[in-house]
């Protein structure tokens, strides 16, 4: 069963803001202690953290990212969004969404393929 479900955007052009949702149909993204997390992996590199949003709505982000990041979330539709502004190449990535329970990962989703290109 899916657990978690990434939107497509695929190319991305350079200066612009990246938006990606992620649809969760197996469980309320308000349920206590569960944690919803945005990471990528360039290619050729290791996986890299770009932040959370908690069950209560509260946000962290990776500091060397911060000043560009955004998650928020639609209760009503159990999603939560990633926006990430003045994308650039180096911005280019597999974008995974996933569900935390404290420090564990418990569940990805299958990641998207994100391209930022002129």
């Known amino acids: 069963q899916v657990q978690l479900q990434e939107s497509d955007p695929g190319l991305v052009k350079p200066s612009q803001t990246l938006s990606l949702t992620c649809t969760v149909p197996v469980c309320s993204i308000t349920t206590n202690y569960y944690y919803w997390s945005w990471s990528r992996q360039p290619p050729g590199k290791g996986l890299e953290w770009i932040g959370f949003?908690?069950?209560?709505?509260?946000?962290y982000y990776s500091p060397s990212l911060k000043s560009r990041t955004s998650i928020s979330r639609d209760t009503s539709k159990n999603q939560f969004t990633l926006q990430l502004s003045s994308v650039t190449p180096e911005d280019t990535a597999v974008y995974y969404c996933?569900?935390?329970?404290?420090?564990?990962?418990?569940?990805w989703g299958q990641g998207t393929q994100v391209t930022v290109s002129s």
């Open positions: 949003l908690t069950y209560s709505g509260s946000t």
């Open positions: 996933a569900r935390d329970e404290g420090t564990t990962t418990v569940a």
